[in-house]
């Protein structure tokens, strides 16, 4: 490990123990493990990690995270929040994030006054630009902490790192939540996220890594289907296969976007 890697380090396990008892919100991503893992390894029963279930998490991302945390020890609690009770989360304004990281940091922050800990961390890293990232207005407000972020930890840094403690995570695409595939201002419905979730699981199974499934309003709907670059030659190979297994699935039609997907979006 680098000099500078090994102090980013030390940094980040010092936040950790300032900050102990402390609950880490975890959603199995990269940035969330690795901070968990390294949480766990610091303070080992002083932490929990938190995972919120709801419609827009996806039923195989919620048994991997679970997976993943036990394969490092963590204790991990399951909460159902309740975004699709907020009105304000459901009209899919360009802020949507905002409203669902409140509705976790609120039920964390309770649990936390309960049970008399000192802290709530996410895995916001250095890279990720805090005026630009709704969620981080309601790690504000709730006096979330940062650790990654804090350290000084680059997203890359975070896969480094990630690589080094041996976790699945290391090199593994974003995967933001299912409501993030419907074009904002379109209402967030359970339906559609069904959709999206049923699309992007036939995709997995033909053996897609890094796409999305995006959603389109209509009667009945339609998808935007976007595969990485480096995909291409799968795509070429199994569009035929993927075209039909959307439709029958449940989209009306289906549109391979010729730019593909770039990771510039969710």
Known sequence: MSEGMTEKLSILEDVLR??????????GGV??????AVAHRTLGERVTG???DSPSLPRQALAEALE???????????????????????INPPNRCYFCKAELFSRMDALARERGLAAIAYGENADDPAHLRPGSQAAEEFAVIAPLRQAGLTKADVRELSRRLGLPTADAPAQPCLSSRIPHGTPVTREALNLVERGEAFMRS?????????????SPAGALVQ???AENALLQARQERLMAGLRAVGFGSVTIDPDGYRGISA
Do not use: K, M, W
């Open 50 to 52: 938190v995972i919120a």
């Open 206 to 218: 033909l053996g897609f890594r890094v796409f999305r499934v995006r959603y389109q309003a209509g």
């Open 18 to 27: 300032r900050h102990a008892p402390l609950l880490v919100a975890y959603s």
């Open 68 to 90: 993943v945390a036990r394969g490092f020890g963590a204790r991990v609690e399951v909460i159902a929040t309740e975004e699709f009770s907020n009105p304000d989360y459901l």
């Open 31 to 36: 940035d969330s493990t690795c901070l968990l």
């Open 227 to 229: 595969v990485a670059p």
